[in-house]
């Protein structure tokens, strides 16, 4: 067995690492949103690192996800070891070069970080709507549900395939798994060479395309031959389910980690049991085990091998005792009897002549939470004596009723697990530095460590929430932190209009980034936030990162000083180690950056700890401030006041189906209602120098600024201070003109400066 060697890394690094190293040409077309793969291998291969054969691949760098597979299917052909990565209508795009792939029997691996696809609005985010769409193409279709198994799996599919002459997508879910960093059991080069035979990689290259031994392949087929010719691959995919147990087997000799087509975990007289696959079955198995010890009978079926579906592999795994399953999609197939993998276990029961009876139901779309609540609320209903088929979890469906009641207050997660949420913006380095922070727990202590990251659509600007978990065990709790010991609020404006203490235990931190004196932050709080500080009896400690950065000339990146102060409160790490330990992150994050970056944010980290203050939180409230309304305007549409300002708000998940329009057709102009108030400093107009160029107005990414020339005679009652100049030209002669900021919408961002 390899010696075991533990890392901190994230799904999408997991997986790119094993491919790179397990191929010779890769085929790109980067789609960052969900997976980074791409990108990593080709930085890899930039930097020189070899394969386990002691070449670099290759890595090609394609104009669309079309193009990648037609020059993964042209590598194929000349022998080469070839992969590629994508997601979503990426995948979609390369389904015509599948199926020429999988028709000839060519063996590679596709890296799938599993998205939505564009249906009533685009959606950049995790399901299974992409893995569904490509069922029928002829490739095998392995799951992994974790960031441990992203690596592994990545490993059973080259040598499943090599051995098959199957083509493999090796899928997990976008996001929850792509970009979740945990601490995992990291795979070494001598466990790579050995589930990588020699002989059949010359195999596959002896049936290259070459002119020394020519032949005809793509030829034309018609009515007489054609259907012969599909059945001719039979006997290679009945064979498929064994040459993958075979892989599994001879990796958990090597690892000892040993994975089956179809895992069951639970009761061994269960008979309630669920069937999924991806991240929800590391849930749904946390949920079990946590029933089960309070005596309900019930279990969790994890699908890893969704083509080719095996009844009778599928059936052997279940307990005899199993009287429901209930069967967990995370995809939507409009007018189909049921989704894909409840339509494929009603079959297999039927097939292996299961007597049991089986519900399905959709959960998770489009990265939608799936809780241990959910989890156990799909427990529930299978105990019913008419369970609902054909429903959901996670949503308020009001209109067809499909959706199960859910007990928020169900909560599996131990106590001995430390969790911390961080409120930030995009840009503004807090996701970054939490990245930083869970590596340097989970390699520099025994704990075993948790990053996810929530992002929003605006990007840089946009809201972002870090959670972190650290404890004594493997961490598989695969959902977002809802109750949390340590909160850092990195932008004030954030605690002014989001209820970000909502989640925060009795007794729990919060490190709250202020532009205000330590004197003057209590008086500063909305009277709501100073309510919840004094009844959750929160530790409240202040620092103003901004003047902190601004000093060491970081500008607006305060992250590495909130950072040290997260390490000083958690006691994670002895401060001074921690310390140690956060330098050497910045050394390896900003080192490309030269000296001086590294050298301003070690200033930074300096003087973190003696920036930061506690504040001594008063028996009452004194506050007067009221939560910053998420909309604005004089007469707010209802669609705005009662879809938008939740979305604003971070309650969109509670928003009921019958609010949703039936066609994604959404109102326009809805923007101006809201106002974010998230910049720091603001442009101001110096009419004494401005020539009226108007590179200001063209230049704002927000249409911040707008550019006014008027008559004279509407200045009539203007506010004090409002400024104003005679406007230049001649067609403008006798008029007024003005450069006016919506300081309410302005981020901060300076390229007005710039281009002035």
Request: charged fraction near 20%; include cysteine.
């Amino acid at each position: 067995m390899a010696e075991r060697i533990m890392t901190t890394i994230d799904g999408n690094t997991a997986c790119a690492t094993v491919a790179h190293k397990t191929n010779e040409v890769i085929a790109i077309y980067p789609i960052t949103p969900s997976t980074s793969m791409g990108e990593l291998a080709d930085e890899l291969s930039a930097r020189g690192q070899k394969n386990i054969w002691g070449t670099v691949p290759l890595v090609v760098e394609m104009q669309s996800e079309g193009g990648a597979a037609g020059a993964v299917h042209g590598a194929l052909q000349t022998g080469a070891l070839t992969t590629t990565f994508t997601a979503s209508q990426g995948l979609l795009l390369m389904i015509p070069n599948m199926y020429k792939i999988a028709g000839e029997l060519t063996p590679t691996v596709f890296h799938v970080s599993a998205r939505s696809l564009s249906a009533q609005a685009l959606s950049i985010f995790g399901d299974h709507s992409d893995i569904a769409a490509i069922r029928g193409t002829g490739w095998a279709l392995l799951c992994s549900n974790s960031v441990q198994e992203a690596q592994d799996f990545a490993l059973i599919a080259q040598a499943a395939t090599l051995e098959s002459r199957v083509p493999f997508v090796h899928f997990f879910d976008g996001f929850r798994t792509s970009s979740e960093v945990n601490k995992i059991e990291e795979l070494s080069d001598e466990v790579l060479r050995a589930m990588v035979s020699d002989d059949l990689v010359q195999a596959h290259r002896a049936r290259s395309l070459n002119p020394e031994h020519p032949v005809a392949r793509g030829t034309s087929q018609g009515p007489d031959v054609y259907f012969q010719g599909r059945e001719t691959v039979n006997p290679f995919y009945v064979q498929v389910p064994a040459i993958i147990q075979k892989a599994m087997d001879k990796f958990a000799a090597l690892t000892g980690r040993q994975y089956h087509l179809y895992d069951y975990v639970g009761a061994p007289d269960a008979e309630r049991v669920i069937v999924v696959m991806g991240s929800g079955a590391e849930v749904t198995e946390e949920t079990a085990h946590f029933l089960m010890k309070q005596g309900e009978k019930v279990g969790l079926l994890k699908v890893h091998m969704f083509r080719p579906f095996n009844p009778a592999l599928l059936a052997a795994a279940l307990p005899k005792t199993v009287k429901k399953l209930a069967v967990l999609d995370r995809a939507k197939e409009p007018g189909s009897v049921g989704e894909p993998l409840y339509e494929d276990c009603v079959t297999a029961a039927v097939e292996a002549g299961l007597q049991v009876e089986i519900i399905g139901g959709r959960y998770g779309l489009s990265s939608k939470e799936f809780t241990p609540a959910m989890a156990k609320a799909v427990y529930d209903e299978l105990a019913k004596p008419n369970p609902k088929n054909h429903f959901t979890v996670g949503i308020v469906d009001d209109v067809t009723f499909t959706s199960l009641d859910v007990d928020p207050s169900f909560d599996t997660e131990p106590s001995d697990v430390v969790r911390a949420l961080f409120y930030g913006l995009g840009s503004d380095g807090t996701v970054g530095a939490n990245k930083n922070s869970i590596k340097i727990i989970g390699e520099e202590t025994d704990f075993y460590a948790q990053g996810y990251f929530e992002y929003d659509a605006k990007k840089s600007g946009g809201n972002t929430v870090s959670h972190l978990r650290f404890g004594p065990r493997p961490i598989r709790h695969a959902c977002l932190v809802t109750s949390a010991n340590f909160v850092g609020c990195h932008q004030f404006s954030l605690i002014e209009q989001f209820d970000i203490l909502g989640s925060i235990v009795k007794g729990g931190t919060l490190l709250l980034n202020s532009p205000y004196p330590a004197s003057e932050t209590w008086d500063r709080l909305p009277r709501k936030v100073q309510d919840q500080i004094i009844a959750k009896d929160v530790q409240l400690y202040v620092i103003d990162a901004y003047d902190v950065a601004a000093k060491v000339g970081l500008g607006g990146r305060m992250n590495t000083i909130l950072q040290t102060c997260f390490f000083a409160l958690s006691g994670v790490l002895p401060r001074d180690e921690a310390i140690a330990k956060i330098k050497e992150a910045i050394v390896k994050t900003y080192g490309k950056r030269g000296q001086k970056v590294i050298d301003m944010n070690f200033a930074g980290v300096d003087q973190a700890l003696a920036n930061m203050h506690q504040i001594k939180v008063p028996a009452a409230a004194s506050g007067t401030l009221a939560m910053r309304p998420p909309v604005k305007g004089a007469a707010v549409p209802d669609f705005v006041a009662n879809v938008t300002a939740r979305m604003i708000l971070r309650e969109g998940d509670s928003i009921p189906v019958s609010a949703m329009p039936v066609d994604g057709t959404f109102p326009v102009g809805t923007t101006q209602y809201e106002k974010r108030f998230i910049a720091l400093e603001t442009p101001i107009w110096n009419p004494a120098v401005c020539i009226q160029c108007g590179k200001c107005a063209m230049a704002c990414p927000h249409a911040v600024i707008r550019l006014k020339v008027y008559d004279p005679a509407v200045l009539e009652g203007a506010p004090e201070g409002f400024r104003s100049v005679d406007a230049r030209g001649r067609e403008f002669a006798g008029m007024k003109f003005t450069v006016q900021e919506s300081i309410e919408d302005c981020t901060g961002c300076g390229l007005c400066v710039e281009a002035c």
